[in-house]
């Protein structure tokens, strides 16, 4: 596979063309990974009421972390890879369990995710020594804007928690 996106960008790879595609690709996943963040703010917002809010976006940290063990698999990663992204998604399984009780380790969580994220783009299949999986094009700059953007809402976010939860199943309806 090639080098990851940013990796070939910060290391000037490639012809003038290329180094501005490749930024148009970086903003056009960052938008996307905004906007994808916005959407899902609104729908989880209107669909889950008081603590199932929070129970959704614990449980949908600890899933995109997962992703990485999909990508482990799908593009072969060696042993020490596999290790890697083990022991990460325990560490964001641990941050979604600690946040069912405390909201700020879920927007840590989304940070650091975000971060993890970029690390993937920035390093290809090497982070300071630790071997690590490669990730699709541009995956790493979508989650970067996605999980930047959930973690803001989610420290700014007055939704009270606290309350007994519940699911509103017309959600998608047009409220007056």
Sequence with gaps: MDPA????????????????????????????????????????????????????????????????????AYFAAPADAWRTELIAVAVFLALGLV??????????????HGIWDASHSLSGSSLAGLSITEIPLGYGVFCLAFDLTVACYLAMSDTAWHEAGRFDPDFWRPRP
């Design 99 to 112: 946040g069912l009780f405390l909201r700020p380790a879920i927007a840590a969580g989304y940070v650091m």
């Design 5 to 72: 996106l940013l990796q070939g960008l910060l290391a000037g790879a490639g012809s003038t063309g290329r180094v501005v595609g490749g930024l148009v690709i970086a903003l056009l996943y960052a938008t996307i990974g905004l906007l994808g963040a916005i959407g899902s703010i609104t729908i989880f917002r209107r669909a889950f009421r008081g603590r199932w809010e929070q129970i959704v976006w614990a449980s949908f940290l600890i899933m995109i972390a997962c992703f990485y063990l999909g990508f482990a």
